[in-house]
């Protein structure tokens, strides 16, 4: 009786194991996590997935022995995919760096804009506390020479010399006509003829050429690192639009999603390989370095020129003891000014008459040999007419709180400019950390599950 039950419960039993084998291994060849993985990533249709992994399938790039979940379609969108993610990360690395040097170019212009703004008062406040005759007049001069100033130091294509002169050639018939010679005004032609003599007669002695020297100096450092923090973000919007080829592009695939055809979403390239593999595809910004750690150092140069000894602030500072001076001396050489300005003005009088009345000397010939101007040679105030200031553009006045220093911006902007002195060199780490898991004992190499 025992004999015929046991064979029986054996049979059922071996049967229950076999059963629980089958549901086991049909688990384990499903797609689904392949599935979900293809769905959270957006990588493209679900239809293209199979529910189980097929053994006769042609693929170009994740080619393996054995059954895929993989199809052309998928394997398609897999290299459209990682192209996508590799430069949005490439993207959010340059981001930083170009972040860095845009937010510091604008604290380093904002801070300008603050000493030119301050400069432009402090003058502003002499000509109306000690030379109120001509400051109405002479304001608008001023807003303009700030104003180039400005575009100056911003990397605007203008000669600050030329700003400066053009500056005191419309300074001379103020001081001439108001202080000079007080009450004989600096409007119309005789104002004109004052502007053209200006730099013949040379009425401000050598405060002009000194103060566009020094100007010159200290603005000129300024003018290069804007420049040079400009052609920094110019590089980073180059890395941003990074080309892959399609080996790069084939390979990208292979490290991160051929492993997916197999049911092994969670693995992690080795590292070694995601280097490697980063490398090859990332060659030509590596071709980078090199110039990038020069540009570093050139920033570095520039940056400690620009806050160091306060060389920018003392200069603009200076402004307003350059112009008080030069008044100061056409008004000392006053007696000494009037018979070269009439011999000067003499001398050009008689070479514009000379000249035929032809285009562009026409106007110059008729102005010349007008009563006004003749009677202008024997500073006759009856023939001056006063006639109104162009107005000139006036620069944007600064913020109202008080930027921080060029020396604490400096600071700081160096302080991070160095960390990224190897940005180009080590971008293929930076690329693979984010990709690679060191805790894993096991990783992908590309063509199967490896010891770390």
Not at 130 to 147: G, I, K, M
Not at 264 to 288: D, F, W
Not at 296 to 304: D, G, I, M, P, R
Not at 366 to 387: A, K, M, W, Y
Request: proline residues 5%; hydrophobic residues 40%.
């Amino acid at each position: 009786m025992s004999r015929g039950i046991c064979p029986r419960v054996n049979f059922w039993w071996i049967f229950a194991v076999l059963f629980l084998v089958k549901v086991v291994d049909v688990g384990t060849y499903s797609c689904h996590e392949v599935k979900t993985a293809f769905q959270v990533r957006q990588i493209g249709p679900l239809k293209w997935v199979p529910e189980t992994p097929g053994t006769d399938v042609e693929l170009l790039v994740c080619k393996h022995q054995g059954p895929s979940c993989c199809t052309r379609k998928m394997e398609e969108s897999y290299q459209v995919a990682v192209r996508r993610e590799t430069l949005q990360i490439v993207r959010s690395y340059s981001f930083e760096l170009k972040y860095l040097i845009s937010g510091h170019t604008t604290a380093f212009q904002d801070t300008f804009q603050y000493l030119l703004s301050f400069s432009q008062g402090h003058l502003s406040s002499l000509l109306e506390d000690t030379y109120s005759p001509l400051s109405r007049e002479a304001l608008p001069h001023v807003n303009a020479l700030f104003s180039s100033l400005s575009l100056y130091i911003r990397g605007h294509n203008l000669s600050l010399e030329a700003a400066i002169a053009r500056f005191y050639d419309n300074l001379f018939p103020l001081v001439y006509g108001h202080l000079v010679n007080p009450g004989m005004g600096a409007a119309g032609k005789s104002g004109e003829c004052l502007r053209a003599t200006r730099q013949d007669i040379n009425p401000f002695g050598p405060h002009p050429n000194t103060l566009a020297q020094e100007l010159r100096r200290a603005l000129g450092t300024g003018r290069a690192l804007s420049l040079a923090l400009a052609e920094g973000t110019e590089v980073m919007n180059a890395t941003e639009h990074v080309s892959l080829t399609k080996e790069c592009l084939r390979g990208l695939t292979k490290m991160q999603y051929c492993s997916h055809c197999r049911g092994l979403t969670l693995i992690k390239p080795c590292m070694g390989y995601c280097l490697n593999v980063m490398r090859g595809c990332l060659a030509s910004v590596a071709e980078l370095d090199e110039p990038w750690r020069r540009y570093v150092a050139a920033l570095e140069e520039l940056t400690h020129a620009v806050a160091g000894q306060h060389s920018l602030e003392l200069a603009l500072l200076g402004v307003r003891e350059h112009v008080n001076e030069a008044i100061l001396h056409a008004q000392l050489h006053g007696p000494t000014l009037t018979a070269t300005n009439r011999s000067t003005i003499a001398q050009h009088a008689y070479f514009f008459l000379s000249l035929p009345p032809s285009p562009p000397y026409f106007v110059l010939s008729s102005f010349c040999s007008s009563p006004c101007f003749l009677c202008f040679l024997f500073l006759h105030p009856s023939c001056l007419r006063h006639s109104s200031i162009l107005s000139s553009f006036t620069m944007k006045p600064s913020r109202n709180d008080k930027p921080r220093s060029l020396k604490k911006i400096s600071r700081e902007f160096l302080s991070y400019v160095q960390r990224y002195k190897s940005f180009f060199a080590v971008l293929p780490e930076m690329l693979c950390e984010g990709e690679t898991v060191v805790e894993d004992f096991t990783c992908w190499s590309g063509d199967d599950v490896v010891e770390r």
